[in-house]
């Protein structure tokens, strides 16, 4: 079966598409490749994994964060920077269950998220839940990807439980507004994901505590949500972005 491929872009920075990219492609990595609770931490990669993240940002976020992973014993799926959009389109005939890619934040240079577009059978749309996010979201989602008739979903990352429920209602009504398909769950800030590159860990790789296991729980509930393999047995029930905004 050839690899699915699944873009994640904003041209909005900063909303988290490299962290996004990064952890579903770690918790894809452990649900496909059969370890019996997914919620445990990983182990580093000890054959061909399932999943491949594709960084196509010249900046490299994602490239800094896999070297400081390296230092820690490593990532569980395979990594791989692409300069050159033209290498993309070979990203098809690899043996992956699923390609994740991460794009680049800019609304000035878009070949870059064109070229991943081009290749892909889907799109993560991440913003966070704050209205500076909602035009630059508009413009990314209306001129560059609903024209090209893409799936896609809008995933509200970063919401603060701590600063209730206003901020994530309004965004998920303008969501609702513009008629964009939304994805269930909500991905919470964690402060552990933030230190997360500089730690040099993906989501699986964080210590077994009770916190972390909820930072975990978003990013595997998400994934099962997109379809990437496994049940969602053994995962705790999240409210869910639409409960959250009935109940408001
Ligand atoms: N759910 C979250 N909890 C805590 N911190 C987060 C979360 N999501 C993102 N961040 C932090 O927000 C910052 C921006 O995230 P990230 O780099 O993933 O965004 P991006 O969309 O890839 O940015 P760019 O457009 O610059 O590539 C980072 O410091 C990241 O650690
Ligand atoms: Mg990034």
């Known amino acids: 079966m050839p690899a699915k491929i699944h873009v994640v872009a904003n041209q909005k920075g900063g909303v988290g598409k490299t962290t996004l990219a990064v952890n579903l492609g770690a918790v894809a990595h452990a649900v496909l490749s059969g370890e019996n609770n997914p919620l445990k931490a990983a182990t580093p990669q000890d054959g061909p994994s399932p999943v491949l993240v594709v960084s196509t940002d010249p900046q490299g976020s994602s490239v800094w964060w ?23 389109g070979r990203l098809r005939t690899l043996n992956y269950a699923h390609i994740i890619v991460d794009t680049p934040g800019s609304l000035e240079d878009d070949r870059i998220l064109q ?29 560059v990807v609903a024209p090209r008739g893409i799936p896609y979903r809008v995933v509200v990352n970063n919401w603060d439980p701590r600063d209730g429920l206003t ?26 994901h933030t230190r997360a ?18 930072a975990r729980e978003d990013f595997l509930r998400l ?9 969602p047995a053994g995962v705790p029930r999240q409210a869910g972005a639409q409960a959250l905004v009935e109940e408001g």
């Open 197 to 214: 590159s500089a730690e040099g860990q993906v989501v699986t790789q964080y210590p077994k505590n009770r916190t972390a296991s909820e």
């Open 66 to 88: 896999s070297g400081r992973v390296k230092e820690n014993g490593g990532l569980p799926f395979d990594f791989s920077q692409v300069d050159d959009p033209k290498l993309l």
């Open 167 to 192: 901020d994530l209602q309004q965004t998920a009504k303008f969501i609702a507004a513009c008629g964009w398909p939304m994805c269930d769950t909500v991905v919470r800030r964690y402060k552990l």
């Open 115 to 143: 070229a991943a577009l081009d290749q892909c059978d889907d799109v993560i749309v991440p913003m966070t839940p704050e209205p500076l996010s909602y035009e630059p979201t508009r413009l990314t989602i209306n001129q």
């Open 223 to 231: 994934a099962l949500e997109l379809g990437y393999g496994g049940s």
